[in-house]
Structures are given as structure tokens and as C-alpha cells.
């Protein structure tokens, strides 16, 4: 069974939906890819299956459960996180205390898990009293996902993480994030850089106009000559 | 020896304007804010030397008591307070128009707290908690009707009624003006700024400019309303113009009747002004009412039943924002907005 | 020495006093505009009306005939404090949460606060009518007078049995609001919020929960702000709604949801208050046997009116607004 499933989801914020039937299944071991033109809906995928915003038809089955229009409390304590684009540290709390907001949802000794993220992000250990605001772009990304990890989710969700970073930092968050999956964690990202991103990706989905365009493996819709041609610009 | 304040005033504001400018002879940064700080410093001290003394003479009996007392007709002293305002409405606006809203709401409340503090206090300007009075009507006062030979009431009644007549007319000229004007096309780029100032300044309008104008426009029809409110009362006491009396009051009338709306504010002004009105003998009559019951079953009636239904109002009034708030935001007559 | 005995009298203790309330009530204003984004102007009413509730419950003990070491208002403190909490989470469930959820304007809500300071204001005067009352009328209120002769001066040092409670328990509550801002889980939750409450919310921290403390933190302490002044000085219905302005400027001061921003402002705007209206003479008055005839100095030589002493918060605040929106403490700009 997918871990996570989308069933011709619609959805938006209120007015015309945005999101017209999208279908998306991820599985444990993947990590699923959302590439598209602007306005396509990525993003929105992302925040509907957050509850950030109405799902008005489809299902979106998570743990054997129907989770549209739950609340994000509720998604984190069931396994679920998300990493926003933007805005995605607290800028004026430290590096640690990030963290902790991460784990707020558990109730139990998060120790351990503190140090499997400061292990993976040694960087991060060495600025834990440090205000996350004072950071460079690349380890606040590591500080969103430091704390996105810090509920122990079995999948996390990222809004373009490679976003405003220097290539030579897109090139290590995108291997972090490889290294996230082999941990035992489902992904689910929106790139723009969707070339590289697609590379790695073990499943891909191209959305235009809210719907799926093609479904493949990353490979696959690299090799695809119409995607090459639509999608990722020849 | 208020001419020789208004001396130190000026030059307690050219010492100002000079350490402004100090960067032009080399002075900047921090020197610059130091320099700048101990000018106003300078200038104001300057100021409270000149005024005190003057401020003093005029409060003796030498000096008459006040200043003022030009004798000219109250109407032209109605158009002097609306002038008066639109100086003090331009100097508020420029200092704070740039703030957020809500920066905006608290700064305008302290500087009227400010304003108030100084007009209670400028004894020689205000005559403060002394008071002014009589300050003569634009109509004939009762006392004329009497000398005519009418009885008290109906010379009361004309008396009003005059009054009345004459706040209807200057009523009836404002409302006219602003309503051509909303409908032309200085009221259309004013609602256009309203609606989107980002998009109003892109066609090419100063909206800071603009902003200003009508909030001056606001203050001017406010100093006038003052003005005929002090001589209908005949008595000017700086100490009873509470923000809860009046401010508030006037929010809530723009509340209610519905912003934006020119006869949403005239309805919810007098809707607002029935409740106020209404509110403390409404209450006095059940408060008389409860203590009978309750001296009935012996629990002893309540006592300064008058003093405590005048309270009312001011819980009625907050009662009538909130609700207002919650269930009729756009106000009871919204402003209709023309498509097409 | 006997001048500097009066200043300290006159600046230090009076400041100090004054600049504990106003932090009070400042850190309120400011952890609720951090939080949920609006100026509360009802926090006055919070204060007064916790005053009030002390002044019952103090008369109520009174009553029953207990008697206590310490003045009885700081005994009824914790229990007064309690019940204001529970208020301010009941007006924010009637007033403001409603608004908040249809995604009203900030102003929205600020108006709405005023309607609400209108309401508390009413129903207090219709209970307590217009007039004052004194927690100390049935015990005494003790002053210390520390004799400094030794020191060299012909004056004591003034300070009241309350004003030393306030400075302690003040000191006190501002540190255990830092160990809990610090320290606790819902402290931090609390500043996850007020820096990006969007995030707060992905990362899974219970909002609801998270406003459900702010109101009881900050309503705790307007009642605890409240009380004391009505201890300083008497208990009258307009008691807090005078000084409202004085608070926010305090706040605005600190930087709009900075919580030490809040208690440094606090403390800045009580000095300044004081300082203002300070008679320099009494302490330059040496000077005057060196100086020459034409330069005596005046009986009162203060930099502002007596009668302008809160007129001076008010030029304070709107200097900040001007010069620094943003409070000398760089507060949330949002």
C-alpha cells in the first residue's frame, strides 16, 4: 500500500479551484518529484494535502485514512511535515530551540532524534545557540528541514528547497535529501530545478492547470521527449 | 509679551531647522542625532522662558483674564474653528499619515491626548478648568424671546428651534457638497485611493498628498461641528471633552451607519445619538424596576439608582461597537458600490 | 546629600514604581500584539477590572476577619490574578475571536477593543460608581523612613510598605516570565508564534492552545499592574484607562512584540515621566551661593508643568512612532 495517495484532488483557496483532479501515490522508499510550469499547482499540492488550504473533491489517503481538511497539528502528530518555501526558520530563535519547535507535537524524549539531525547536519551542531536568523541561506534550509525532521515523520514534504541557493548548496541539499530518503523517509518536493531535481527522483509528476500532464519515473520523463520539449525547456 | 514667545519660538525653531541642516557643514551621523536633540532642547527651553512670564500676565487681572473676544458672529467663529482644525488636522497628518493603521489609531489618540492635555492646561490661552462662558449664540437666545414677551417654554423652544434651523442648514450645505463631490470626479479618484492606493499611485496620483487632503477635509468639518457644539452649550470646558464622550462616540456612529457611506454616517450619527440618548433613562426604569422586585423579596433596593444609569451609556455604547463588529461589519446602510 | 536623598525620593523611587506598572502592563500589550497582531486597547480594562477584583476579595477577607502580615491586596494577589485570567479568555471568546476567525483587519480588532474597554469601563461604574476606594482602610499603610543622618542628610528616605512589594514581586514575575519564555515548552511555542506564526503552525504547535496562555499570561499580569497601582495609589474606575497611552508607548518603545523590549520601555518612560517634572532646584540649590545675583535659580525649575507629567509619554511615543516604528529593540514590524 502507498504510504501516501492522491485521488483526482480538487481543490483551492475559496474561489475557482486551482487544483483539478490530481493524482499522486508515493511509497515509502520514493522520492516523488512535482515539476510544472508556474501556476500548475505544485505548490498548491503541497498545502492541500497540509490542510493549509480547501480540498472540496478526491481523497487524499494517508496511513490508511482519508486526511483532506485535517488540521496540521493533527498531520504532524500522524507523520506528516512540511517544509515552506519561504519563511521557514524562526529568525529569532537559536538553531536548537528551531528544532524543538519541530518536536512540540511529541511528548517524549526527543534527544536522540536531536542528534540523528545534528548528525546529519554537523553544521548545524556547531550554531545550535546561534539565532537561525543570523544563518546563510543554504543552513537555514538545513535548519527547516533539521526541524521538519524533528517529529520523526514517515513522509516530508518540501516547496522548493533548492529556491534562492547558490548551485554548489542546491547540489548538497539535493544529496541531503537523498541521504533524508535512505533514513527511511518518504519524500514528496516541488522543484524548479527540475532537470536536476528529476535526476534523483524515483517518481515524477508533471502538473499543468492543476492536473497531471505525465507520470513516470524521474528517468523516464527525462528520456520523455514531449516532457524535454514542454516542461523542461528542450 | 506673547509676541516676544512667539520671538522665542521662532528662533528656538530656526536653531532646530540649523542643526537639521548641520550636515552641510561637515556634522553627520550620530553628532548630527546628538546635535539635533540638544537643539530641541535649546529651543524649547527658550520657548518656556519667553511664554512663562507672558503666560502669567495674561492670567493675572492686568492682563484681562484671555485672550480673544474679537466680537465677531459666532458663524464666522465656526468657520475660524474649522480653520483652526484643517492647521492642526495638517500638522497631525503630516507628523503620522505614514504610519500602519494601527500605529496610525494609537498614535492619533496620543496626539490628542497631547492636545488636550495642552489646551486643559494653556491657562492663558484656554483659561483651562476656569472655563469660558457665555459664549454668545448665532440666533437669538431665549432671553430675547422672553423680552418679546413669550413664556419660558415656547421662548426655550424658539430659542432651539433656531439653533436647530441653523445646524440643519449648515448640515444641509456640507452634505450637499460632499455628495456631488463623492459622485465627481475628485470623489472618484479619493474612493480609487481608498480602494487601491498601490494601483491609484502607479496612475500617477500622489496618494500621500491626497491622504492628507481629506484628512484635512475630515478635521475641518469636525472643528466646525466643535465650534457649534461650544456655542450651543454656551460654555467652553476644556476638562469634559472625554475621548468616551466624543471620539468613541463618533467611531461608532461611522460603525453602525457604515464607513465609506456619507448617509450611512448621518443615519448612524442619529441612531447612535437615540441610543446614547435613550440608554441612561432605559436603564433608570429598570434598575427601578429590579430594585422594587428586589425590596419586594427583601433584598433592599439599589442604591444611586440616577448616578448608575448614567453610566449605562458607556456600556451600552461599547456593547453597540462590538455587536456592530460581529454582525454588521460593512455598518447597517453599507456603501453601494457601482459595477459596470 | 540631602539633594540626593530627594532625587533618589523623588526620580528613583517614583520612576522605579511607575516603570514596574507600565512594564507590566507593556509586556501584555506587547505578547498580544506579538501573537495575535492587534494593539489591545481593552488591556486597561484588565488592569482596573483585576484591581477591582483584588479590592473585593481583599474587603472579603476583611470581612471574615483574617488579618495578615503584609498588606492584604498582595495576600488576594494570586487568586485575583486567576480570575482576570479566566475573564481575558472569556472576552476573548465572546469580542475578539470571532473577528479573528472571519480574518478581520488588525484596526477591525482594535476598534473592537475599544468597544470592549467601553463595556468593562460601564459595568465597573455601575457597580463601584464613579468614586475612589483605598485597599487601606482597614489596616495601615506602612511607610519606612530610613534615616540617612549618618550620611549626612537632613532628610529620610521615603519608600511605602506596597512600593517595596511591587519592585519585588515585579522582579520577580519579569524573571519567572523570562525562565518561562526561555525555558518551557509553551514559552517557546509562545515565541515560535510571535516570529512566524504561519510556521508555528506547520511545525505543529497547537495555536489555539498557544493564544489560550498568551491571555492567561497577559491578563495575570494586567491584574497583577492593576492591583498595585490601586495599592500605590487609590482605586478608581478610569485607574488604568489614564494610563493606557503611557503603556502602549511603553510597548512601542520596547518594539511591538518584544517582551524585554516591553519591560525596558516600561521602565524608560516611568523614569522619563519622573525625571520630567523633577524640581531641579531643590538639588542645584547649593549653586545658588556661587552663582550671581542675576542668575539665581528659580523656586521650581522642572522641565515640563507638574501638570504635564503623562503629556510626556505621549510626546515620547510619538517621537518613537516617527523616528522608530519599529521600537528601540527592533520589535515585529508586521
Known sequence: MALIELKHVVGGYGGAPILNGVNIAIEKTDIGVIVGPNGAGKSTTLKAIFGLLKVTGGTIDFGGENIANSLPDKLVSKGLSFVPQEKNVFTSMSVEENLEMGAFTRRDDFRQTMNWVYGMFPVLAEKRRQPAGELSGGQRQMVAMGRALMSKPSLLMLDEPSAGLSPRYVIEIFETIQRVNKEGVGILMVEQNARQALAFASKGFVLAGGQNRFTGTGQELIADPEVAKSFLGG | MLGRALLAFAAGAAIVYGARKADRIGITGRWKTVLTVFAWFVAYVLYRSQLDPAAAYIESAVGGGWVGGLGGHPVLGWLFGGLLAAGIAYIVGKISLGLRTDYLAIATIGISEIIRALIKNMDWLTRGTLTVSPIPWPTPLPQSFQAGGMDNLSALVAARGGFLVLALVVLGIVLWLISRAYAGPWGRMMRSIRDNHIASSSMGKNVKARQLEIFIFGSVLMGIGGAMLVSFVQIFDPSSYQPINHTFLIWVMVIVGGAGNNWGALFGAVLIWLIWVISEPLSKAVFEFVSMWSSNVGWGAIPEIEARSAQMRVFVLGLVITIALRFAPKGLIPEVVKRG | ?334
Open chain 3, 1 to 334: 546629600m540631602t539633594e540626593l536623598v530627594f532625587f533618589t525620593n523623588q526620580v528613583i523611587i517614583s520612576g522605579l514604581v511607575l516603570g514596574c506598572i507600565y512594564a507590566l502592563g507593556a509586556v501584555g500589550i506587547t505578547l498580544i500584539f506579538g501573537i495575535l497582531r492587534f494593539a489591545h486597547f481593552a488591556h486597561s480594562e484588565l488592569m482596573t477590572g483585576g484591581a477591582f477584583i483584588a479590592f473585593l476579595l481583599a474587603s472579603a477577607f476583611a470581612a471574615w476577619g483574617i488579618t495578615t502580615p503584609i498588606p492584604t491586596g498582595f495576600v488576594v494577589l494570586p487568586i485575583a490574578m486567576v480570575i482576570t485570567a479566566i475573564l481575558s479568555l472569556g472576552i476573548d471568546k465572546g469580542f475578539y475571536a470571532p473577528l479573528r476567525k472571519r480574518g478581520a483587519k488588525p484596526v477591525t480588532l482594535l476598534i473592537a477593543s475599544i468597544g470592549v474597554t467601553l463595556m468593562v469601563q460601564g459595568l465597573i461604574r455601575l457597580f463601584f460608581g464613579a468614586g475612589s476606594y483605598s485597599f487601606f482602610e482597614t489596616e495601615t499603610k506602612d511607610v519606612f523612613r530610613i534615616d540617612l543622618s549618618a550620611l549626612g542628610s537632613t532628610r529620610p528616605l521615603v519608600i511605602t510598605e506596597p512600593q517595596v512589594f511591587m519592585i519585588v514581586v515585579t522582579f520577580v514575575s519579569v524573571l519567572a516570565l523570562h525562565f518561562f519564555l526561555t525555558r518551557s515548552r509553551l514559552g517557546k511555542a509562545m515565541r515560535a508564534m510571535a516570529d512566524n506564526a504561519d510556521l508555528a503552525q506547520v511545525s505543529g504547535i497547537n495555536t489555539a492552545l498557544v493564544v489560550r496562555v498568551t491571555w492567561i499570561v497577559a491578563g495575570a499580569l494586567a491584574c497583577m499592574a492593576g492591583t498595585m497601582l490601586a495599592l500605590d495609589v487609590t482605586l478608581k474606575p478610569d485607574l488604568a484607562f489614564n494610563i493606557i497611552i503611557p503603556i502602549f508607548a511603553a510597548a512601542i518603545v520596547g518594539g511591538l512584540g518584544q517582551a524585554y523590549g516591553a519591560i525596558a520601555g516600561g521602565l524608560l518612560i516611568g523614569f522619563a515621566e519622573s525625571l520630567a517634572v523633577f524640581n531641579w532646584t531643590m538639588v542645584l540649590r547649593p549653586l545658588n551661593g556661587v552663582l550671581p545675583d542675576w542668575l539665581q535659580l528659580p523656586a521650581t525649575l522642572a522641565l515640563v508643568p507638574t501638570e504635564y507629567k503623562l503629556t510626556v509619554a505621549f510626546v515620547i511615543l510619538v517621537v518613537v512612532l516617527l523616528v522608530r516604528p519599529t521600537g528601540i529593540f527592533k520589535g515585529a514590524s508586521s
